[in-house]
């Protein structure tokens, strides 16, 4: 019973700990930077990004259509994603966790124009947003949300423009649409 109850409590005092944990973690980093190893795990390794100019955050499906646009455009382009199973040789992308405040710390964006927020999650998108700024990014970011309300925290940490994702794809289908009956009229 006791054990139950230590439980019960430690998920009653990290619920609301976890909503802010990026906040707080941003409040106490460099005092909390000197418990921290000298030496780098694999995965916090400094991303050299080459000459990209486009950074494509998150490669799932979005991630990977913008990603092809970009290159089919000519541009060159480097995707980061957190799963490890999207980084291949087919693409030019990067393992990293961009919710990981100290992956910022490492990486290169010297050459980076514009930004493509194209992961799911709202949190993710903020704290990339948030670092990059940080980092003095002056370029242009530019994030996909599912839902409208997502847009005003994005627009506020600094996202130039938001793109809601299920209005693209129905103009999509829309297009799609529209030139089968131009080609095929009944």
Do not use: C
Not at 24 to 51: A, I, M, N, T, Y
Not at 53 to 61: A, P
Not at 113 to 130: D, F, G, I, N
Not at 140 to 165: N, R, S
Request: glycine share 10%; hydrophobic share 40%; no cysteine.
């Amino acid at each position: 019973m006791p054990l139950a109850i230590t439980v019960a409590l430690s998920f009653v005092i990290a619920a609301p700990l976890n909503r802010v944990a990026h906040q707080l973690f941003d409040r106490w980093e460099k005092h909390l930077l000197r418990f921290e190893r000298q030496s780098r795990h694999p995965d916090e390794q400094p991303v050299d990004l080459g000459g990209a100019t486009i950074l494509v955050l998150g490669m799932g499906r979005t991630g990977n259509a913008a990603y092809d646009f970009f290159t089919d455009k000519g541009l060159t382009v480097v995707g980061i994603d957190s799963d490890p199973n999207k980084v291949n040789g087919q693409r030019h992308v990067f393992y990293g966790d961009i919710e990981d405040v100290g992956f910022w710390h490492h990486l290169n964006i010297a050459h980076i124009t514009a930004v493509t927020l194209a992961t799911p999650e709202l949190e993710s998108k903020l704290v990339a947003t948030r670092e990059l700024r940080q980092a003095g990014f002056t370029g242009h970011i530019i994030g996909g949300i599912h839902f409208q309300d997502e847009a005003e925290p994005l627009h506020t940490a600094g996202v130039d423009q938001t793109y809601l994702l299920m209005t693209g794809a129905g103009i999509g289908i829309a297009e799609k649409t529209w030139e089968r009956l131009q080609s095929h009229p009944l």
